[in-house]
């Protein structure tokens, strides 16, 4: 039916809305495609995971946690993880130990599904939205493999997406942040309601929520009877005397690591996830578990140029604060004669609905920019095609505001390669890629390619 992967992805991108809407979410038609397929998301173990930033490393990390729990490979227990958006190859929606499903399997999985979204084009519901359809085979994918557990991450808010159709052993809450307002709601409060969407009824759920939004999600597992287990994660010394935590010594030393910092706090919940089901961590084990790097997240792909998808307000801040970190790191390993001031190159593009100028505002006021490139992703994102702001407009921001150099390429690969071209000659440059994990995907693929 399918001669390839490309025919596959061309297929599932004829979903994608022309204009995306709140109307693109909701269960009935998850709930009417998964039927046709024998409701494989009944067949497995699952750990739901929502929240405004930081749900994608939650989710690889407790997925690097339950896979690691048992001493050798043979007894290991066979974890499925799905995240999205992918990077680069839509096949990393759907894992097993960390590897991408086959090519062939991938190929032959789309072809099972195919029938049955053509069947629901006369139904009451329609079709499914590109969303759903990876969703449904990732969960098909997992019930055939027999996963013994299946990390999910939440597409978007919580309570009306696709993934909620899940009966989880555990339901994570990482925080709530001001994205998606116009889907999600103006508040932090109407956002934590949708995100507390997931918790289930009787379910433990473990958050690093707080205040206002701690409030709502409080309320809503009081009315479920679902045990809460909150996680301070500004403070892991904090964190690690709460009760989860009471009756296991943990590895404290992996987040003494300063270029570990900004992570603990999704390793923090990754841990707090797999002590609350009563799965019993080796120190060894563990510290492996959580010394990788989650793709296009914090990610320094070669020295000096760093990549990272914050594509928030929040997000941004916590780059900045890594960002110092690692700098400061930089500038201690160094000579005395070559401990000068770090520049920052900054490449940037963002997907349209972003408060982009915020996030720009952060990063120039924050960091030591000495040049900004503006790019833009071709990608193709959930919710549409073309979806990036134009480089220029990003140019014309940048130079108004704060007088800045600034260049302007429509291709990203350009951008980077014109970056680094200056940042071989400079020992104290920093190239820094982020505005987007569409851009990471794009970009990324200069360093590493996916395998066919």
């Known amino acids: 039916m399918f001669k390839d992967y490309y025919e596959c992805r061309i297929w599932l991108e004829n979903f994608i809305p022309q204009v995306w809407t709140r109307k693109e979410l909701g269960l009935e038609r998850i709930s009417h495609l998964l039927e046709l397929l024998g409701n494989p998301q009944n067949k497995f173990k699952s750990i739901q995971i929502a929240g405004t930033s930081g749900k994608g490393s939650t989710a690889f990390y407790i997925a690097r946690l339950l896979q690691r729990a048992k001493e050798t490979e043979s007894q290991r227990d066979r974890v499925g993880l799905h995240i999205s958006p992918h990077l680069v190859d ?19 999985l789309i072809e099972e599904i195919k029938p049955a979204v053509d069947e629901m084009k006369n139904s009451r519901v329609g079709y499914p939205s590109y969303f759903e359809i990876p969703v449904a085979a990732s969960f098909l994918y997992f019930a055939k493999e027999k996963v013994d557990w299946a990390v999910v991450e939440v597409g978007l808010g919580g309570r009306l997406d696709a993934t909620n159709v899940l009966n989880p052993k555990l339901t994570v809450i990482t925080n ?38 701690l409030d709502v999600v409080e309320k809503t597992a009081k009315e479920k009877k679902a045990p809460l287990i909150t996680i301070n994660t500004q403070f892991p010394q904090k964190a690690l005397k709460s009760d989860s935590f009471r009756t296991i010594t943990l590895p404290i030393d992996i987040f003494k690591n300063s270029s570990q910092v900004f992570g603990y706090s999704n390793k923090l919940l990754a841990l707090a996830v797999v002590r609350t089901l009563g799965i019993p961590q080796n ?22 140029v ?24 930089y500038r201690l390993q160094t000579t005395a004669v ?20 915020k996030m720009v505002d952060l990063l120039i006021k924050n960091l030591p920019v000495s ?43 350009d951008a980077v390669f014109s970056a680094l071209s200056t940042n071989h000659q400079s020992t104290n440059q920093l190239t820094l890629v982020t505005g987007s994990l569409y851009l990471m995907g794009e970009v990324r693929t200069i360093w590493k390619l996916p395998e066919f």
């Open 283 to 304: 120190k060894g084990q563990t510290i492996k578990a959580l010394s990788a790097t989650f793709p296009g997240r914090f990610e320094e792909i070669e020295k000096g």
């Open 90 to 108: 839509i096949r990393e929606r759907m894992q097993i130990n960390g590897k991408l499903i086959g090519l062939n399997k991938f190929i032959k």
């Open 176 to 213: 709530v942040g001001l994205d998606h307002t116009d889907i999600l709601g103006k508040t932090e409060e109407k956002i934590a309601f949708e995100k507390a969407g997931i918790i289930k009824q009787g379910v433990p759920v473990v958050t690093g929520v707080e205040g206002k939004a």
């Open 371 to 413: 040049k900004v490139i503006a790019t833009k992703f071709y990608a193709v994102t959930d919710m549409g095609k073309h979806q990036a702001v134009e480089p220029m407009e990003i140019a014309k921001y940048v130079r108004s505001v704060y007088s800045l150099q600034t260049t302007v390429y429509s291709n990203s690969h």
């Open 306 to 329: 760093i990549l990272d998808g914050a594509h928030n307000a929040d997000k941004t801040k916590f780059l900045i604060r890594w960002i110092k970190e690692k700098t400061t790191d």
């Open 338 to 357: 070559d401990r000068r001031q770090w520049t920052v190159v900054l490449i940037i593009a963002f997907k349209k609905g972003k408060d982009w100028k």
